[in-house]
């Protein structure tokens, strides 16, 4: 059984940093992508950010430059560093992994419970 524990939320003021970390464990084979996706109060869940497998990282717009997503392979732990954090960007944060290709967001099999992150002004 594949799990993902999401960890590293909170709170923080404007412009403060915070990194998220996913432990995945379980599964018996590779992922093609795994990624980060938040949801805010009364949105729809959004992609963040994005790692596939032998391609670079991927970032929605609205983080690019601020948000920087890393895998630790050897020990299979995804994170989410978040610089110069803004209130929109409080929401529930979501790691999520595909097993096969990741175009869209019904790809991504499997999720974690969420971290919650708020950011005040």
């Known amino acids: 059984q594949v799990d993902l524990v999401d960890s590293g939320g909170g709170s923080v003021e404007v412009g403060g940093s915070l990194r998220l970390s996913c432990a995945a464990s379980g599964a018996s084979f590779e992922f093609d992508c795994m990624g980060w996706f938040r949801q805010a109060a009364g949105k729809e869940r959004e992609w963040v950010a994005q790692i596939v497998r032998d391609r670079g990282p991927r970032y929605a717009d609205s983080v690019k430059g601020r948000f920087t997503i890393s895998k630790d392979n050897a020990n299979n732990i995804l994170k989410l560093q978040m610089n110069s954090l803004m209130p929109e960007d409080s929401a529930i944060y979501y790691c999520?992994?595909?097993?096969?290709?990741?175009?869209?967001?019904?790809?991504?099999?499997?999720w974690g419970q969420g971290t919650q992150v708020t950011v005040s002004s």
């Open positions: 999520a992994a595909a097993r096969w290709g990741c175009r869209s967001l019904e790809d991504y099999n499997y």
